[in-house]
């Protein structure tokens, strides 16, 4: 059995220098991933502060949750929304 490159038809015949991306490629993909990682830490802070409401039944019913509704949030993960 004899296995074939993958053919890359698109950067074929071109240059290092021609791949290349702009600098502004560079920076919009950083703060695309610096927002992403802030909406993470934000996400988990959130998370944790509604586990501790969890303890006041009042607390809870001023936001509109159920405490299993707030513990259910509460326990995802912070990469999902």
């Given at each position: 059995m004899s296995?074939?490159?993958?053919?890359e038809p698109a950067l074929a015949g071109l240059s290092l220098a021609d791949t290349t991306l702009p600098e502004t490629s560079y920076a919009s993909a950083l703060a695309a991933c610096l927002m992403t990682v802030a909406a993470c830490m934000a996400r988990s802070s959130q998370r944790r502060a509604l586990h501790e409401l969890t303890q006041d039944k009042h607390l809870l019913?001023?936001?509109g949750l159920t405490r299993e509704q707030a513990l259910r949030e509460a326990a995802k993960p912070f990469w999902r929304r």
């Amino acid at each position: 059995m004899s296995v074939k490159a993958p053919h890359e038809p698109a950067l074929a015949g071109l240059s290092l220098a021609d791949t290349t991306l702009p600098e502004t490629s560079y920076a919009s993909a950083l703060a695309a991933c610096l927002m992403t990682v802030a909406a993470c830490m934000a996400r988990s802070s959130q998370r944790r502060a509604l586990h501790e409401l969890t303890q006041d039944k009042h607390l809870l019913s001023d936001i509109g949750l159920t405490r299993e509704q707030a513990l259910r949030e509460a326990a995802k993960p912070f990469w999902r929304r």
